[in-house]
T-cell receptor, first 117, second 113 residues
């Protein structure tokens, strides 16, 4: 079984400031890791993913995340945020293909990023 | 390439009724998963279908069911609706089961009165 913890439910930040959204996970098997963004009244959009390889992954809209296996973390960062980044961000994990776990995403509770002028 | 489409986008039903939601995956994708999103419980996995077979099931009562057709399109059905079933229902498609990356549709907003 998997679980995902997003420690911050809300993160206020001024425009052009850096931001970090924290994510920790727990799993008995190896997992793929994702960050999704959700704008009001919309579905989920994939920001970035870690499947294998380099632990620093870059995504869309200038976001990046670093996978730390020893700390079981996958924190999301952006060096300079924009008003348009205001949205809810979800960290999620799913079992690796060779574990037979299928496509079952386990999500964190989300972090509301509010960018202010 | 067209994204994941879900119909209808909005739905209002009354308690006791049943409802069917539809999802068309990205062309070539054979796995479809369903999720329920509520303010109280967050995003929860309902089930996954791959090659017309249920591959995984979440912890939901039997009132929630689904199926997948030979063209990979999927439907989910909720019978005997309860007020607590009000939620955003999201469908996600993936190339195959275990591919990891899933692409989400815009969702169907179900309101139960």
């Amino acid at each position: 079984a998997q679980s995902v913890t997003q420690l911050d439910s809300q993160v206020p930040v001024f425009e052009e400031a850096p931001v970090e959204l924290r994510c920790n996970y727990s799993s008995s098997v190896s997992v793929y890791l994702f960050w999704y963004v959700q704008y009001p009244n919309q579905g989920l959009q994939l920001l970035l993913k870690y499947l294998s390889g380099s632990t620093l992954v870059k995504g869309i809209n200038g976001f990046e995340a670093e996978f730390n296996k020893s700390q079981t973390s996958f924190h999301l960062r952006k060096p300079s945020v924009h008003i348009s980044d205001t949205a809810e961000y979800f960290c999620a994990v799913t079992p690796l293909a060779d574990t037979g776990g299928g496509n079952k995403l386990t999500f964190g509770t989300g972090t509301q990023l509010k960018v202010e002028l | 390439k067209a994204g994941v489409t879900q119909t209808p986008r909005y739905l209002i039903k009354t308690r006791g009724q049943q409802v069917t939601l539809s999802c068309s995956p990205i062309s070539g994708h054979r796995s479809v998963s369903w999720y329920q999103q509520t303010p109280g419980q967050g995003l929860q996995f309902l089930f996954e279908y791959f090659s017309e077979t249920q591959r995984n099931k979440g912890n939901f009562p039997g009132r929630f069911s689904g199926r997948q057709f030979s063209n990979s399109r999927s439907e989910m059905n909720v019978s005997t609706l309860e007020l607590g079933d009000s939620a955003l229902y999201l469908c996600a498609s993936s190339l195959f089961s275990g591919a990891g990356e899933q692409f989400f549709g815009p969702g169907t907003r179900l309101t139960v009165l």
